[in-house]
């Protein structure tokens, strides 16, 4: 009886802390909207999120664009080379430098951004965090299979490789 009681008080202790941070997770949006408000309009704080998904997805972009960029065969310099020659390997090694130096580029852009813009980034996290997530249609589903199964057979290529040698 008393072992009962003590597992009923337990849950519903557990039911009350859930309900608690939840009232002071919507009391930290609602400081963080008025803190917000001192600082920004709502037109300025609607651009720079604008700007700040624009700034997100160039460096997205800038990564894919990297890892398209080097040897899809994992040559060594060498082998390069030797396949290619040593200008088409020079080349190569260029254009990933170049593309390196712009996804860099990004990086900083994003980094300066966060920096100076920290309390909006916050207020961004908070909504993120207190809004239900979107419904995944069925190509989004299908983009995320895609890469799974991409991932896995690279992984796979790996270890038969290392596992040759």
């Given at each position: 009886?008393?072992?009962?009681?003590?597992?009923?008080?337990?849950?519903?202790?557990?039911?009350?802390?859930?309900?608690?941070?939840?009232?002071?997770?919507?009391?930290?949006?609602?400081?963080?909207?008025?803190?917000?408000?001192?600082?920004?309009?709502?037109?300025?704080?609607?651009?720079?999120?604008?700007?700040?998904?624009?700034?997100?997805?160039?460096?997205?972009?800038?990564?894919?664009?990297?890892?398209?960029?080097?040897?899809?065969?994992?040559l060594r310099?060498?082998?390069?080379?030797?396949?290619?020659?040593?200008?088409?390997?020079?080349?190569?090694?260029?254009?990933?430098?170049?593309?390196?130096?712009?996804?860099?580029?990004?990086?900083?852009?994003?980094?300066?951004?966060?920096?100076?813009?920290?309390?909006?980034?916050?207020?961004?996290?908070?909504?993120?965090?207190l809004s239900?997530?979107?419904?995944?249609?069925?190509?989004?589903?299908?983009?995320?299979?895609?890469?799974?199964?991409?991932?896995?057979?690279?992984?796979?290529?790996?270890?038969?490789?290392?596992?040759?040698?």
């Open positions: 009886m008393a072992n009962q009681r003590g597992q009923n008080q337990g849950a519903q202790m557990q039911r009350m802390q859930g309900t608690l941070e939840k009232i002071q997770l919507s009391l930290n949006v609602t400081a963080l909207i008025q803190l917000a408000d001192e600082f920004y309009t709502k037109q300025q704080r609607s651009e720079l999120y604008a700007q700040f998904r624009a700034l997100e997805d160039e460096e997205r972009r800038t990564l894919v664009a990297l890892n398209e960029s080097g040897p899809k065969d994992r310099w060498e082998e390069q080379v030797s396949k290619s020659g040593e200008l088409g390997a020079t080349e190569q090694l260029r254009e990933r430098e170049a593309i390196r130096q712009v996804r860099a580029a990004a990086t900083d852009q994003l980094k300066i951004f966060r920096d100076e813009h920290r309390l909006l980034l916050q207020l961004l996290e908070a909504k993120k965090m239900p997530p979107a419904p995944r249609t069925n190509s989004e589903q299908q983009k995320i299979w895609d890469k799974l199964k991409i991932r896995l057979k690279f992984f796979l290529a790996s270890k038969n490789k290392i596992q040759a040698n």
